[in-house]
């Protein structure tokens, strides 16, 4: 029976045992040898194909197959202390077994993590992230990144991104506000006074947008020493004075 593989869903030796064995059908106590390590070499080869880069544990897999294959084609079968046979499978179906019974968990498991994440507790938020940012270790983590495991993540955005079905758009604000007309409003305001504080362009029009490109203007006409800054006392507060002209000596 063939099969296709576009993409490497499998997280290791066993996910891909586990999923012939479900396919076919096949008894677990009782694998074909002979037949599945066929199909898990066909599956490494069809990864060759497509320049995928191989997992060391899916080779050695791969190598314990044959292993297991050749042992099971000698004349002489292995025999225990008690003088009874020795299945050269019984190791792979007790290990088999034993991720499948981990394997079963894991979508409680993940359902639990989920929901974990969901949440959000109460504390100092500061605090932890600069917590988080002492055992945060980028270098660390990058050290245990693969193609496999880059691929999965790959694999996951693009089926996101499939399932979206809200259309993405951006709107392109166009501000009825420049930097220069800006800085002829700040001069025109200080013509008339020798200072001007800051809150009263602030309260000509309390918009965002206006007081930003506002404070923008007084900044570029202090770089070109058009006008200077007076500070006052407590927080925000300062004065725009314009610059008066040196006389000639």
């Not at 990864?47 to 000698?74: D, G, N, P, Q, Y």
């Not at 290990?95 to 929901?115: C, G, H, P, R």
Request: net charge negative; charged share 30%.
């Amino acid at each position: 029976m063939s099969f296709e593989i576009k993409i490497p869903l499998f997280e290791g030796p066993f996910d891909l045992m586990l999923f012939f064995i479900e396919r076919d059908e096949l008894d677990i106590y009782d694998i074909p040898i002979s037949k599945i390590t066929n199909d898990f070499l066909d599956y490494l080869h069809h990864l060759e194909r497509m320049e995928i880069e191989v997992a060391s544990e899916f080779i050695l897999f791969a190598a314990t197959l044959m292993k297991i294959k050749s042992r099971m084609l000698l004349p002489r079968p292995e025999l225990n202390e008690e003088g009874e046979e020795i299945d050269p499978r019984e190791e792979l179906i007790r290990n088999l077994l034993e991720y499948k019974k981990y394997k079963s968990v894991i979508q409680d498991l993940a359902s639990l993590e989920s929901d974990r994440q969901a949440k959000e507790k109460r504390g100092n938020i500061a605090a932890e992230l600069k917590s988080l940012h002492k055992i945060d270790d980028v270098d660390a983590e990058m050290q245990h990144v693969d193609l496999y495991k880059l691929l999965k993540v790959f694999q996951k955005c693009m089926a996101k991104m499939a399932a979206r079905t809200e259309e993405t758009k951006h709107t392109v604000i166009q501000y009825p506000y420049t930097i220069e007309q800006q800085k002829d409003f700040v001069l025109e305001k200080i013509s008339f006074k020798k200072q001007v504080p800051f809150s009263d362009f602030i309260e000509y029009k309390p918009d965002k947008i206006f007081v930003i490109y506002t404070f923008l203007a007084i900044l570029e006409l202090l770089q070109l020493s058009e006008v200077t800054i007076v500070i006052g006392e407590g927080y925000n507060n300062f004065w725009v004075e314009k610059t008066e002209p040196i006389a000639a000596a």
